[in-house]
């Protein structure tokens, strides 16, 4: 049977002081609706793989602290398929412990992993390419199956994966290649190739076939997993093991020594509007803009200003601006942040630099 999870515990710290880590960037409502009002990443998600799924074969992965608010924000989302990490231990084994709770629940179980922090339009041919995914286990059961992004520029900040020779699956190849995150130059020799996709970071394996890997390659892990869902007192033996499980992402636990194994990794090409919403500059695909260039959220003038990310948190807080060109503003109820556009990246140090003067207080 086809399963789903979404990857759904990061904190987004590049969208602060609106990301919190109490109220993280997917559970935000940010995505703009038609007609007014937003909804949340995590909602989207959702929402997108029930265009593929029945909603009893979608499971979250998310932090503990979390699990309040994911359960408000998916009313939908039963009880049983909700997975709370204790701590974060990386994708390796967060995506490990969701393949052996729902192995556990169906040991034929095909699973996809996607992230909770992704905009994908249209939606159609997401659930056409999640499909076609589906489709490679079929005739290559211990396949791990990545799904790629058609790229519409050179960017740098993705990392890409590189085209083989066709499957026998239409729309699907191997993976003849994966390249970090590269310079501009080298993005252009990429997009000019047609040979390379981005890495979205989504994938499609048999969930038994993540197990084997780490059973493979990360032992201490396999065992840890194996003891949770063994365990008659699943939680409190999960908050025992999960945090002493080494640190390590699946790519480098799961899919690079696969790739190793000529024909294992494939690549679906989907061709999609993508964001991947971990920035200021990202977000503001998401927001409402004005004849000026300025994306805005909440109570906001500007004049004589443009190119600006604005957003107010409190529907009685005006934000206004004038003669400003190219920043982030951002207001909410603790914090008001500002910064040039180009600086956005850099949200991260800012708030690690907020956290050292102020332990606790911003977070």
């Given at each position: ?102 192995v556990d629940a169906d040991p034929d179980a095909e699973l996809a992993v996607v992230s909770a922090d992704h905009v994908i339009r249209p939606v159609e041919r997401f659930a056409d390419a999640l499909r076609t995914a589906y489709d490679c286990l079929a005739v290559r059961p211990r396949s791990l199956v990545t799904l790629g992004i058609t790229p519409t520029s050179p ?26 995150k590269p310079d501009l130059a080298t993005a252009q020799g990429y997009l000019d190739s047609g040979e390379y996709l981005w890495n979205s970071g989504m994938f499609v394996w048999r969930a038994q076939t993540v197990l084997d890997a780490l059973r493979e390659h990360l032992p201490e892990s396999a065992d840890g997993l194996a003891r949770v869902v063994a365990a008659e ?131």
């Open positions: 049977m086809r399963h789903a999870v979404i990857m759904a515990g990061g904190s987004g710290t590049r969208l602060w002081p609106l990301s919190r880590s109490a109220r993280p960037k997917q559970l935000l409502d940010v995505v703009a609706e038609e007609g007014g009002g937003a909804h949340s990443l995590l909602a989207e998600a959702f929402t997108r793989l029930q265009a593929v799924l029945p909603t009893e074969q979608i499971w979250v992965c998310t932090a503990a602290r979390y699990g309040d608010a994911v359960r408000a924000a998916l009313p939908e989302l039963g009880a049983e398929r909700l997975i709370l990490e204790p701590v974060a231990r990386d994708t390796a084994n967060a995506v490990g412990l969701a393949a052996a709770l729902v960017a740098t900040g993705f990392g890409y994966v590189q085209k083989g020779a066709p499957t026998e699956v239409d729309g699907a190849a191997e993976a003849a290649s994966f390249r970090e007192d699943r939680a409190a033996t999960l908050a025992e093991v999960f945090p002493t499980l080494p640190k390590i992402s699946v790519d480098y636990a799961v899919l690079e020594p696969a790739a190793t194994e000529p024909g294992r990794v494939l690549v679906v090409d989907l061709d999609v509007d993508w964001l991947d919403v971990g920035s200021w500059p990202a977000l503001a695909h998401t927001l409402d803009t004005d004849d000026a260039g300025n994306a805005v959220r909440g109570p906001v003038v500007a004049l004589d200003s443009s190119g600006n990310v604005v957003l107010s948190d409190d529907p009685d807080h005006l934000v206004a601006l004038v003669g400003v060109r190219d920043s982030v503003v951002v207001h909410t109820a603790d914090v008001t942040m500002v910064c040039p556009v180009g600086d956005a990246e850099r949200v991260k140090q800012l708030l690690a630099a907020a956290e050292e003067r102020f332990p606790g207080r911003y977070a």
